[in-house]
Nanobody
Framework: QVQLVESGGGLVQAGGSLRLSCAAS????????MGWFRQAPGEERGFVAA????????YYAASVKGRFTISRDNAKNTVYLQMNNLKPEDTAVYYC?????????????????WGQGTQVTVSS
């Protein structure tokens, strides 16, 4: 089992920044690729970003590329999502997820473990 706990969400004005953190416990962190997903009310949970086990490869949804950066610190068992130039349409609950599979990390079905989510609200 892997336990994931997100933090860092909040209310920010458009154009502002937030950094989300996801702390993992329970298994060897660097055995897992990590992803961030988000879900707005009435919408499906969608892919935001992912990083490989080592952090050497990163992947982004087109809507956030150039504004968001995913990173991980395997010594701290933590993955981060730095979000810059936030827009109202980024408002959602953000979830981190972990998988020991190799494949399409944009596919939420790839992931075994999920955090409880953290709310991000961007005001216009």
């Amino acid at each position: 089992q892997v336990q994931l706990v997100e933090s860092g969400g909040g209310l920010v004005q458009a154009g502002g920044s937030l950094r989300l953190s996801c702390a993992a416990s329970g298994r060897t962190f660097n055995n897992y690729a990590m992803g961030w997903f988000r879900q707005a009310p009435g919408e499906e949970r969608g892919f935001v970003a992912a990083t490989s086990r080592s952090g050497g490869s990163t992947y982004y949804a087109a809507s956030v590329k150039g504004r968001f950066t995913i990173s991980r610190d395997n010594a701290k068992n933590t993955v981060y999502l730095q979000m810059n130039n936030l827009k109202p349409e980024d408002t959602a609950v953000y979830y981190c997820a972990a998988t020991d599979r190799i494949g399409n990390y944009a596919n939420k079905a790839m992931y075994h473990y999920w955090g409880q989510g953290t709310q991000v609200t961007v005001s216009s």
